[in-house]
């Protein structure tokens, strides 16, 4: 598990996201594979009946309006992977983690925005021929990193 890298931290969160239950079941898991903070842009939504573990007050929530204060306020030393479902991403199977970074997802229908995919560090996607519900992608990204597999690269500080 990653309990075992020193000075690693991750966090996760949804761009836009469509549906507040959706953000409940992203932040249950989060909580569950040991993310260290949660976030939206955009829309905005409070404690959710599918967020059983009450993970929004368990650890840090960050709410941005737009993708632009999002950005500003990234974690010095933390790396941007946007998860999207676009033809330049790197496949998730293959993907190298890094030690720090910051997950970003877009909803369903839109996906991320286009500034969000330009400024990513890395844009990730894994085999599905359609999208799929978000905080199950963002589940399935955050199993890939706790899957022991020798790839965390390592910061550009």
């Not at 949660?38 to 941005?64: C, E, L």
């Not at 599905?128 to 910061?155: H, Q, W």
Request: hydrophobic letters at 40%; a positive charge.
């Amino acid at each position: 598990m990653i309990d075992n890298f020193e000075n690693e931290f991750f966090g996760i969160g949804i761009q836009n996201g469509k549906t507040p239950e959706n953000l409940g079941v992203l932040w249950r898991s989060a909580q569950n594979m040991g993310a260290s903070f949660i976030f939206t842009i955009g829309n905005r939504y409070a404690k959710q009946a599918s967020d059983t573990h009450n993970a929004v007050k368990s650890m840090p929530y960050f709410h941005y309006d737009t993708f632009e204060d999002f950005y500003r306020h990234l974690p010095k030393g933390a790396m941007l992977v946007g998860v999207e479902l676009a033809k330049e991403a790197k496949s998730l199977e293959t993907f190298n983690h890094p030690k720090r970074c910051v997950y970003l997802l877009g909803a369903e229908d839109h996906g991320l925005s286009k500034m969000a995919m330009e400024k990513s560090q890395f844009l990730v996607k894994f085999k599905s021929e359609l999208s799929i519900n978000v905080a199950v992608a963002g589940s399935i990204v955050m199993y890939d990193r706790g899957v022991d597999k020798p790839r965390f690269i390592r910061n550009r500080d």
